[in-house]
């Protein structure tokens, strides 16, 4: 049974962003956490799901715990060199396939921001002000269904942690009618170069396409499509 929520607007609070959930459903947290990720888990079947999960970093306990609890196929993608010697030192399974580029709102061979902090892991497409960048290569969510073979209703999870390339990739997604069963997404409008507004408009942008929000931890944002509820 769902207690539906009124939804409220948007609320300001210095440089964070909170949204309050649109609904409320049986939902789980899979992972550690300061890295863990809220789920609802009754659209999860054993063996069969299949989850995408962009922006790896030297943390996939939610990828891990996903396929340890569920028996989940994970498709994991990162082309960010640490990330990469990370996930290939640690014993994964077969479940989890990895896949060495990266998701954008384009096809080819772009420029990938690195932290100019060698302590930290995590690159992104968005303009972080790095002087370290790569070349990597980077496929749309649309280029990457078709070379796998799948269409939109196969995946039942789709994380995304990509530091701020977020926002291009789900008005991409939306526009090629790609509707993941769920959507995990982190949003960074505390990054300076991000507002709150950007992270709103992308909120709302869900919503007005068959979504609803029931989850929201720190900056970490759980939809679900409102047909399968």
């Given at each position: 049974?769902?207690?539906k929520?009124?939804?409220?607007?948007a609320?300001v609070?210095?440089?964070?962003?909170?949204y309050?959930?649109?609904?409320?459903?049986?939902s789980?947290?899979?992972g550690n956490?300061s890295e863990g990720w809220?789920i609802?888990?009754?659209?999860?079947?054993n063996?069969?799901?299949?989850?995408f999960?962009?922006?790896?970093?030297?943390?996939?306990?939610f990828?891990l715990?996903i396929m340890?609890?569920y028996?989940?196929k994970?498709?994991?993608f990162?082309?960010?060199?640490?990330?990469l010697?990370?996930?290939?030192?640690?014993n994964?399974?077969d479940?989890f396939?990895?896949?060495?580029?990266?998701?954008?709102?384009k096809?080819?061979q772009?420029?990938?921001?690195l932290?100019?902090n060698?302590?930290?892991?995590?690159g992104?497409?968005?303009d972080?002000?790095?002087?370290?960048?790569?070349t990597v290569e980077?496929?749309r969510?649309?280029t990457i269904?078709e070379?796998?073979k799948l269409?939109?209703?196969?995946?039942?999870?789709?994380?995304?942690?990509?530091?701020?390339?977020e926002?291009?990739?789900?008005?991409?997604?939306?526009?090629?009618k790609?509707f993941?069963?769920?959507?995990?997404?982190?949003y960074?409008?505390f990054?300076?170069?991000?507002?709150n507004?950007?992270t709103?408009?992308n909120?709302l942008?869900l919503?007005k396409?068959?979504y609803e929000?029931f989850?929201?931890e720190a900056y970490?944002?759980s939809f679900?499509r409102?047909?399968l509820?």
């Amino acid at each position: 049974m769902i207690n539906k929520l009124k939804k409220l607007k948007a609320v300001v609070v210095g440089k964070d962003f909170l949204y309050k959930p649109t609904i409320q459903i049986k939902s789980e947290k899979l992972g550690n956490k300061s890295e863990g990720w809220w789920i609802h888990p009754n659209l999860i079947q054993n063996k069969s799901s299949i989850v995408f999960s962009f922006g790896l970093g030297e943390d996939i306990s939610f990828d891990l715990a996903i396929m340890k609890e569920y028996n989940s196929k994970v498709y994991g993608f990162d082309p960010t060199p640490k990330a990469l010697k990370y996930v290939k030192s640690i014993n994964t399974g077969d479940n989890f396939i990895l896949n060495e580029y990266a998701v954008s709102n384009k096809d080819g061979q772009l420029t990938f921001n690195l932290p100019e902090n060698e302590n930290y892991v995590s690159g992104s497409f968005a303009d972080i002000n790095s002087t370290n960048t790569i070349t990597v290569e980077a496929k749309r969510l649309r280029t990457i269904l078709e070379e796998l073979k799948l269409t939109s209703n196969d995946i039942d999870i789709l994380k995304m942690d990509i530091e701020g390339a977020e926002y291009d990739v789900i008005e991409d997604m939306i526009t090629s009618k790609i509707f993941p069963k769920q959507v995990l997404i982190e949003y960074h409008h505390f990054f300076d170069a991000i507002t709150n507004q950007k992270t709103k408009d992308n909120i709302l942008l869900l919503l007005k396409n068959n979504y609803e929000l029931f989850y929201v931890e720190a900056y970490n944002y759980s939809f679900i499509r409102k047909d399968l509820i």
